[in-house]
């Protein structure tokens, strides 16, 4: 699978897919748009074992809804992530069955050294 979800809105995702230069191929979906399904954040969770990672706690709704002061479960987070599209840290890209997540710039390299491998 070669695909992408991003923010179109977001700076830093146009810079970052920029940067990645694509090969062709690749399947991008605005999230803000296109919502994320059931299936897709539980194909992201099987590459991560985790969907706390690919919770935004950066999110301005994370603050706004007092969740920083909760204790939140592997089930909260996905329910948060279906459930807006701020929640979900971006950029995700799937490439070869590998998960990169959020736009650090050792998660950039990485997932650019992959794709142009």
């Known amino acids: 699978m070669k695909k992408i979800y991003y923010l179109s809105t977001c700076d830093t995702c146009k810079r970052i897919i920029n940067e990645w230069n694509l090969p062709s191929g690749f399947s991008l979906q605005d999230i803000k748009t296109d919502s994320i399904t059931v299936k ?9 074992q985790s969907y706390e990672v690919l919770f935004s706690k950066r999110a301005r709704l994370y603050k706004e809804l007092g969740l920083k002061e909760k204790t939140l479960s592997e089930e909260d987070y996905k329910n948060y ?19 990169f997540i959020g ?3 050792k998660v950039v390299e990485a997932a650019k050294t992959a794709i142009h491998e």
Do not use: G
Request: no cysteine; hydrophobic share 35%; proline share 3%.
């Open 40 to 48: 897709q954040i539980e194909e992201m969770h099987s590459l991560t």
């Open 81 to 99: 992530i279906l459930k807006h599209y701020t929640f979900l840290k971006r950029p995700v890209l799937i490439y070869n069955n590998q998960i």
């Open 103 to 105: 736009n650090s710039k």
